[in-house]
């Protein structure tokens, strides 16, 4: 039995009913309940209505391009692997390395757990060609000072984010729409 039909069936919904109250139709509420895994849209309207994470309508333990999910999500584990890039934000490789680490160490290889670390891939690569284009401006010493601390600031800002997200609705914030790992 899929996630979607076992959630609608606890709050004694028809697929009609939850189609008025989430505003998809009919047919995407069968295909999904047949296996199919929504997304965007669709799954945050059908999260909402059914007042739970969004997450929690995958199938966690479906295969995921040939991967499959191995290990159950502990979110307070999860937000600590966030939280650990916080204070290598100066030494980017660090940054990914020490929750890559810790992911391994606490067991926790998930989507959630990959998509953070592809974040801050991400930045590591976002950041030192923001900070090139600000020296190769020769806006001067103090404009790149600047430069330097809003970037850590940014990623700083990224990972308290997530960290407040994954505790109120068990999901990421800032996210990418692909993943790296």
Request: hydrophobic share 50%; net charge positive.
């Amino acid at each position: 039995m899929s996630k979607l039909k076992a959630l609608r069936e606890q709050q004694n919904l028809t697929q009609e009913e939850l189609s008025e109250k989430s505003g998809v139709s009919v047919r995407t509420i069968q295909r999904i309940e047949a296996g199919r895994d929504p997304k965007g849209h669709t799954l945050r309207a059908l999260g909402k209505s059914l007042g739970i994470p969004d997450q929690e309508l995958l199938n966690k333990h479906a295969e995921i391009k040939g991967e499959a999910q191995s290990a159950p999500v502990d979110y307070n584990r999860v937000k600590l692997i966030n939280l650990a890039a916080l204070p290598f934000t100066v030494f980017p490789p660090a940054n990914i390395l020490v929750p890559l680490v810790l992911m391994f160490a606490l067991k926790q290889k998930n989507l959630i757990t990959k998509q953070i670390i592809s974040v801050q891939i991400m930045w590591t690569i976002f950041a030192p060609i923001v900070f090139m284009i600000g020296i190769f401006l020769k806006l001067g010493n103090q404009f790149t000072l600047v430069l330097i601390i809003l970037l850590v600031l940014t990623n700083v800002f990224i990972v308290l984010r997530n960290a407040a997200e994954i505790d109120r609705r068990q999901t990421l914030y800032y996210k990418l729409n692909f993943r790296l790992l």
